[in-house]
């Protein structure tokens, strides 16, 4: 079984950074993809970023389009973590963020249904 922790979520006021961090229990993190999803009041949870198992230098990510360029997600195998660095934030930013895992898969994921494992969430309000 994997667990799932988020932190650093908070205010902060648009065009402002925020980290986010997961840590993920488990021996097997690093074959692990990993995402992050956010749900606002009212809202779907929707895909934010993904980043897969990588065997040599190589990143593969993904985003959606409304992040592109702004979010950053990256992992740190050694500590089992996921971050998620998010620039220029926005009012529409703000949502409850959640990390998602995934073992023995070698893709990027952007489908919740694909994933097995979930935090807990962070809240991220982003003021206007």
């Known amino acids: 079984q994997v667990q799932l922790v988020e932190s650093g979520g908070g205010l902060v006021q648009a065009g402002g950074s925020l980290r986010l961090s997961c840590a993920a229990s488990g021996r097997t993190f690093s074959s692990y993809t990993m995402g992050w999803f956010r749900q606002a009041p009212g809202e779907e949870r929707e895909f934010v970023a993904t980043i897969r198992y990588s065997g040599d230098r190589t990143t593969y990510a993904g985003y959606t389009d409304s992040v592109r360029g702004r979010f950053t997600i990256y992992r740190d195998n050694a500590k089992n973590m996921v971050y998620l660095q998010m620039n220029s934030l926005k009012p529409e930013d703000t949502a409850v963020y959640y990390c998602?895992?995934?073992?023995?898969?070698?893709?990027?994921?952007?489908?919740?249904?694909?994933?097995?494992?979930w935090g807990q969430g962070t809240q991220v309000t982003v003021s206007s």
């Open positions: 998602a895992g995934r073992g023995d898969i070698l893709k990027t994921i952007t489908t919740i249904r694909e994933y097995d494992y």
